[in-house]
T-cell receptor, first 114, second 114 residues
């Protein structure tokens, strides 16, 4: 099973709201990733968790706060977002992040900030 | 620095035609990995292939084939007898030996018409 699930599929939030995106994988992968993808652009890496610890933060604004409660779950907490943060947020996992294993992606959450 | 160039922004073909998607990469690493991903309109990136820099053998998987040529720094992808379901955005990506940061190309939109 190479499935990564993400909830919700769609999210509309105001600039003062607090919301969370969730991601889950049951492949036993030890690396999990958050990407942001704007329309007609490739995905941009935001965060990497390796063995449940934050390994890479690509200088993402603090209004995005990742969390990895356990090896299967990854959350992205959102607070005080801006309209330009509207995008498709993709979660991915791989066997390990220390080597270039293939990453398996979830279907994404389409976020609209009003 | 690493870079991936997909010069074809959009390609349109008629069903059953063969189509080749070009990918040219730049890296100073001697060991690296190349990937192709498919992103259908649903949004999920689907892993297609991973190839390391020491394996220049071409690969065929059903209607898909890949041609890796280190001499020209290219990793091209051919779909034989294209189908409407092949319509998607295709991304070529590169990753160095250590760490799993994918550098994506801009993507090629493939439209297959019936």
């Amino acid at each position: 099973d190479t499935e990564v699930t993400q909830t919700p599929k769609h999210l509309v939030m105001g600039m003062t709201n607090k919301k969370s995106l969730k991601c889950e994988q049951h492949m036993g992968h030890r690396a999990m990733y958050w990407y942001k993808q704007k329309a007609k652009k490739p995905p941009e890496l935001m965060f990497v968790y390796s063995y449940e610890k934050l390994s890479i933060n690509e200088s993402v604004p603090s209004r995005f706060s990742p969390e990895c409660p356990n090896s299967s779950l990854l959350n992205l907490h959102l607070h005080a977002l801006q309209p330009e943060d509207s995008a498709l947020y993709l979660c991915a996992s791989s066997q390990d992040h220390r080597e270039p294993y293939e990453q398996y992606f979830g279907p994404g959450t389409r976020l609209t900030v009003t | 620095a690493q870079k991936v160039t997909q010069a074809q922004t959009e390609i349109s073909v008629v069903e059953k035609e063969d189509v080749t998607l070009d990918c040219v990469y730049e890296t100073r690493d001697t060991t690296y990995y190349l990937f192709w991903y498919k992103q259908p309109p649903s949004g999920e990136l689907v892993f297609l292939i991973r190839r390391n820099s020491f394996d220049e053998q071409n690969e065929i998987s059903g209607r898909y084939s890949w041609n890796f040529q280190k001499s020209t720094s290219s990793f091209n992808f051919t779909i034989t007898a294209s189908q409407v379901v092949d319509s998607a955005v295709y991304f070529c990506a590169l990753s160095a030996e250590y760490g799993n940061k994918l550098v994506f190309g801009a993507g090629t939109i493939l439209r297959v018409k019936s």
